[in-house]
């Protein structure tokens, strides 16, 4: 191992110096997230204190897992390039281009994935205009609640609902939803025959 290192250029041993710990510290990093020890938040969370969004895009370019895969990167691709033919400061130059490149292309990617997840609420509000299907009957002039079923938010749900008609909608019947209540309940409306 010493006589490795020694076999290095000073510019080689400066990018092993970069690239070894920003690897180990990736490493260390990802596998306390697959055993649970870590739970991703100040990395991957977009809006975490750790990080400079950059534009209204939410492109979160410095956070501590994308400078580390940065340095990584560069420091083994600054040891790799320096071993080419190339010139010194050509191999720099490439090597610190790949870092960026990976610095961004890591914000990117984080700023893919934080778009997958969902909170799972459903807001009951959007509902109202929507047309729902009676599931269970709801009884007359808002005496008792039913259930109605509907897509809101892209998800098939269930609801309870209240009607003010004077007549019970029937399992099947469509309505439209007119209202909802704090407490999440649809007021709804049989559909005309003629809509």
Do not use: C
């Not at 190339?86 to 934080?114: K, N, W």
């Not at 509000?125 to 008792?144: D, E, F, K, R």
């Not at 009607?163 to 209202?179: D, Q």
């Amino acid at each position: 191992m010493l006589n490795w290192w020694n076999e290095l250029l000073l510019a080689q041993q400066i990018f092993a110096l970069i690239a070894i710990p920003s690897t180990l510290i990736l490493i260390v990093q990802t596998l306390l997230l697959l055993f649970g020890i870590g739970d991703g938040e100040a990395d991957g969370d977009l809006d975490a204190a750790d990080s400079v969004d950059v534009g209204d895009d939410g492109l979160a370019l410095f956070s501590v897992r994308g400078i580390m895969a940065m340095l990584a990167v560069t420091g083994w691709s600054g040891m790799a390039l320096l071993g080419t033919p190339l010139p010194q400061t050509i191999s720099v130059l490439i090597a610190v281009l790949l870092g960026f490149a990976t610095l961004v292309g890591f914000a990117y990617l984080m700023r893919l994935v934080m778009k997958l997840q969902s909170s799972g609420n459903i807001d009951y509000g959007n509902s109202i205009g929507h047309i729902a299907q009676v599931y269970l009957p709801i009884p007359p002039a808002g005496t008792a609640s039913g259930k109605v079923t509907l897509t809101l938010q892209e998800k098939y749900i269930e609801a309870a609902a209240i009607t003010t008609a004077e007549e019970p909608l029937k399992t099947g019947t469509y309505v439209r939803v007119v209202s909802v209540s704090d407490s999440g309940v649809l007021l709804v409306e049989p559909l005309n025959q003629n809509n």
